[in-house]
């Protein structure tokens, strides 16, 4: 069998990530990367046991041996390089956001549909087994119509005015920080399990730490290492650290929703409730093996991940049987294993995978919630 090979662009917390789900698909190999300097990406490369070393991108999309590209750079770069991707004929696969701007994203969204390539969003938080559960659940109508939706995603990375990423400074991360780089997963989650889509939103951001200390040095994400007073200096802050959202969606269901990257303890919690008219459920992503299903009538329940438990579609995304957890890991494995199937059989075999498409959604829900933030007030999404 031919394997898929596959380039990741991008070394950072989240490219050996990809490189390591690549690697749990029995199609697929990692043939290079691509580092922003020829060393950084050859001592990466020889890290994670990868041939080919690249300190240029455009040497990696130039190399005939790859099918594939995983964008996992900083936000600014991904609009630039999927469409290069796509121009010289690659699948491409990429982080959210998948731009910096609607009309970037618009772009190439018309540009994947003009070429028989794959172009895929990496939106994995719709990837947990018990998430997949719910989608049928609710498609099934098992919590009839839904009325309510509440959740959050939550995290204390930046808890401190220490702790520093490229992803505060908006001329890296886009006009959003913290709604675009998790918020993003909580929305595509919701949409894809309840079918509804977000038609009004009313937010309110915050940004708790005005001035923060940027490190002198290099520091890896989430690596939570303590420089010397020295090291730093004091730079102003214009991203959101918060947000709370209210939202309408488009069969008359409310909800609301709350980002936080400063909430001490949480380390990386996306969290829902979805409330029918025959039951609830409830979950949470640092329990990812059980899920909360709520009854006014009868006893609630907490249902253990078992895929001889779980509805066939959702079993699916399912590799160990019950008791054996799956978490953050899997989601990338699952979401890689669908989006590579579509490159396998084509791009009219109508596989379900996150698309360029779901990455525009995001966009366009990332902007009117900036929006009404700006001007306080609800805000239809486009």
């Known amino acids: 069998m031919k394997k898929i090979r596959a380039g990741v662009i991008g070394t950072g917390f989240i490219g050996p990530v990809h490189v390591e789900a690549i690697r749990r698909q029995p199609n697929a190999e990692v043939t290079a990367i691509s580092a922003t300097s020829p060393e950084k990406a050859r001592t990466k490369a020889d890290s994670m046991g990868i041939e080919k070393a690249y300190g240029d991108y455009r040497e990696l999309l130039a190399d005939k041996d790859i099918d594939i590209i995983h964008i996992c750079t900083p936000n600014n770069l991904h609009y630039q390089i999927a469409k290069e991707g796509i121009l010289a004929g690659k699948h491409v696969v990429c982080e959210k956001p998948l731009a910096m701007s609607v009309e970037q994203g618009q ?49 204390d990375w930046l808890f401190k005015d220490t702790d520093y990423s490229w992803r505060l400074e908006k001329q890296l991360s886009g006009e959003s920080r913290a709604v675009a780089d998790i918020g993003t997963h ?127 579609n959702a079993s699916e995304y399912n590799s160990y049987p019950g008791g054996h957890t799956e978490g953050y890991a899997d989601t990338f494995k699952h979401t890689i294993r669908k989006i590579y199937a579509a490159v396998e059989a084509g791009k009219d075999a109508g596989l379900d995978y996150p ?24 805000v239809n999404v486009e």
């Open 107 to 155: 772009e190439l969204v018309e540009l994947a549909a003009e070429h028989n390539v794959i172009c895929a969003a990496f939106l994995n938080c719709r990837a947990y087994p018990l998430v997949q559960q719910v989608r049928e659940m609710i498609a099934k109508g098992d919590l009839g119509t839904i009325l309510a939706v509440n959740g959050s995603y939550q995290q």
């Open 355 to 378: 698309q360029f498409s779901d990455g525009l959604r995001e966009l366009k829900l990332c902007s009117a919630i900036c929006r009404s933030a700006a001007e306080e007030k609800w």
């Open 186 to 312: 909580w929305f595509d989650t919701i949409e894809t399990v309840t079918g509804l889509k977000t038609e009004k939103v009313c937010a309110d951001f915050a940004t708790f730490y005005k001035t923060r200390k940027k490190p002198l040095k290099s520091v890896e994400t989430y690596s939570g290492k303590v420089l010397e007073p020295g090291d730093y200096e004091d730079v102003p802050i214009d991203t959101e650290d918060y947000a709370t959202v209210l939202l309408k969606f488009d069969n008359g269901a409310h909800g609301s929703f709350t980002v936080n990257q400063v909430a001490a303890g949480r380390k990386n919690r996306m969290y829902f409730e979805i409330y029918g008219t025959k039951c609830a459920v409830a979950f949470d992503s640092e329990m990812p093996n059980q899920l909360w299903i709520g009854s006014r009538d009868g006893n609630n329940q907490i249902m253990i991940k078992d895929p001889s438990l779980m509805y066939r």
